[in-house]
């Protein structure tokens, strides 16, 4: 699980080009959105699709993304618990 | 014929360290390349972090010069933006597409596709200031810039705008430069800026940048210089380039010139449409400045940025000099542009 949480957060600083964050500046349970990392929309669509590219998993509800992408921990357990591949 | 159209605020992003208004090209870099970047500025002191991580270089540099040509103009907001550009921002079309091709079509994000269009530059500029009047993108090859150059000065001298930002823009990327280099429009031997005339070579040292620049149609202290006229062409012979400038000329009642700015790039295929100019206005003083920037389809906005710096501070930087002609007072710049033998463009600057 705390190898998926590091790749987790590289891919989260790589693809959504967070330029001043480092993958050890986030904290697994720092929020990502809103006051914690301050991810907008845009960002939620990114995350969603990197979520099916590659995990395997299609969200067809946007509320379900909401908890789901609350942290990396919140990510990280979903993850491990619906990926298919 | 209604108001005049005064350069009142400018700001360059080129491959030299030109986006200081208060230095005029004291600091040469000699490059020896077949592709040059553009020098950033420190984006961080314009664009908020949170914005610019999904802004590649084009839309940095043009929300910069735009600030900065602003500021030179000591204005806080503009009616109107136009910007010119002839390939958009690549580097985010290029993620885009390779994206398509790497996914198979699927798995598409957002970002590169929202930030790949040709208008992202003058949209984010709007944002960035909250410019909520005309914004418009031109986009044709070489004579990118000059069309929207046409387009302010119009509203301008009919009084639908007071003042406008305008710029020229283009990004490099790498399968833009893969590409140019395979078609040979890049140059396949490295070469020294300050000889690249010389070169002998087919193609050009490819370049960046962005030169933002505010139009107004009253004059200010800020002011560098009146642009009277601009003509395009999208074809023109080699042999009608000269008789065309004398008729340019003639049009707008000036009977002589006191300096020709020429954007020759050393492409051995195509600098002779630059010959009969050159020729027939031999006792002019002649600048150049693809050396200094590399080529790019807005590259002919740093010749206006020369210009009217030229006609500011009555002086001309040795390593633009293209002949021997030493003119000391300046009031009339004479612009010719063309990128391999298509969208030729004629400027003429005066002093104001």
């Not at chain 2, 021997?324 to 600057?349: A, C, P, W």
Request: some cysteine.
């Amino acid at each position: 699980m705390e190898e998926l949480k590091q790749e987790l957060k590289a891919k989260i600083v790589e693809q959504l080009n967070l330029e001043d964050v480092a993958v050890e500046d986030i904290a697994n349970d720092d929020m990502l959105f809103g006051d914690g990392l301050g991810l907008d929309s845009i960002d939620a669509l990114e995350l969603i699709v990197m979520l099916d590219r590659d995990y395997g998993i299609k969200l067809t509800d946007p509320k379900q993304g909401r908890a789901i992408f609350e942290s990396v921990d919140t990510m990280a357990a979903y993850i491990s618990e619906h990926k298919t591949k | 014929m209604g108001s005049k159209v005064y350069i009142n605020g400018i700001c360059a992003i080129s491959a030299q360290k030109t986006f200081d208004n208060t230095t005029f090209l004291e600091e040469i870099e000699l490059y020896n390349d077949t592709v040059i970047n553009a020098i950033d500025p420190n984006y961080k002191e314009f664009i908020p972090p949170a914005s610019a991580r999904r802004m590649a270089k084009g839309i940095k540099m043009g929300i910069v010069a735009s600030k900065l040509a602003l500021k030179d103009a000591t204005l806080d907001n503009i009616d109107a933006i136009i910007t010119g550009t002839g390939l958009g921002c690549v580097r985010d079309s290029e993620k885009f597409v390779s994206a398509i091709i790497d996914h198979d079509e699927q798995f598409l994000t957002p970002t590169s596709f929202i930030q790949s269009t040709h208008n992202t530059v003058a949209g984010q500029i709007a944002l960035e200031l909250q410019c909520k009047g005309y914004n418009f993108t031109y986009v044709h090859g070489s004579n990118s810039f000059e069309s929207a150059v046409l387009d302010a000065k119009l509203q301008l001298e009919h009084d639908e705008a007071r003042h406008i930002l305008i710029g020229g823009v283009d990004e490099l990327a790498p399968h833009t430069i893969k590409i140019h280099r395979l078609i040979g429009h890049i140059k396949a031997e490295s070469v020294t800026a300050n000889t690249v005339l010389n070169s002998n070579s087919k193609g050009a040292v490819f370049g960046e940048g962005g030169n933002f620049f505010v139009l107004s149609n009253e004059q200010a202290a800020s002011s560098y210089a009146e642009v009277q006229a601009v003509k395009l062409f999208n074809t023109l012979n080699k042999s009608s380039v000269y008789t065309q400038a004398i008729e340019f000329l003639k049009e707008n009642k000036i009977d002589h010139i006191d300096a020709l700015i020429l954007g020759c790039n050393g492409d051995v295929e195509y600098d002779s449409y630059y010959e009969g100019l050159r020729d027939g206005f031999s006792n002019v003083q002649q600048l150049y400045y693809k050396q200094l920037t590399g080529e790019f389809y807005t590259a002919s906005s740093f010749a206006y940025w020369l210009g009217a710096k030229v006609l500011k501070t009555q002086s001309i930087p040795n390593v633009v000099k293209l002949n021997s002609v030493d003119k000391k007072s300046m009031d009339s710049v004479l612009i010719y542009n063309q990128y391999r033998g298509e969208n030729h463009s004629f400027t003429l600057l005066r002093k104001c």
